[in-house]
């Protein structure tokens, strides 16, 4: 199982970013897709998920802000982040989860300062 994570960078205050996970290794279409995200010091915390059968859900601190979005065909899961904020910076991970089965890509970094 592969999850590549790609798109982080340095970004402005109020800018936006777009980050891409392409998945390999399961049967895309059966999985929930999320995009976690993480501080030095503090736990992951969950930022978007969509389902199986295209779903959303948002953290309160991105409504508005941010949205997943699926290409079953591609195997992609990508997440638009617009206005963005300083607290916003964190290492931002793929996850793929299904029935208590949860398989992790590597980090993308983003930065937002100005």
């Known amino acids: 199982v592969q999850l590549q994570a790609s798109g982080g960078g340095l970004v402005q205050p109020g800018g936006s970013l777009r980050l891409a996970c392409a998945a390999s290794g399961i049967i895309f279409t059966m999985f929930e897709m999320s995009w976690y995200r993480q501080t030095p010091g503090k736990e992951r915390e969950l930022v978007a998920t969509?389902?199986?059968?295209?779903?959303?859900n948002y953290a309160d601190p991105v409504k508005g802000r941010f949205t997943i979005s699926r290409d079953n065909a591609k195997r992609t899961v990508d997440l638009q982040m617009n206005s963005l904020r300083p607290e916003d910076a964190a290492v931002y991970y793929c996850n793929a989860a299904y029935y208590g089965t949860f398989h992790w890509g590597k980090g993308t970094q983003v930065t937002v300062s100005s």
């Open positions: 969509v389902s199986s059968s295209g779903n959303t």
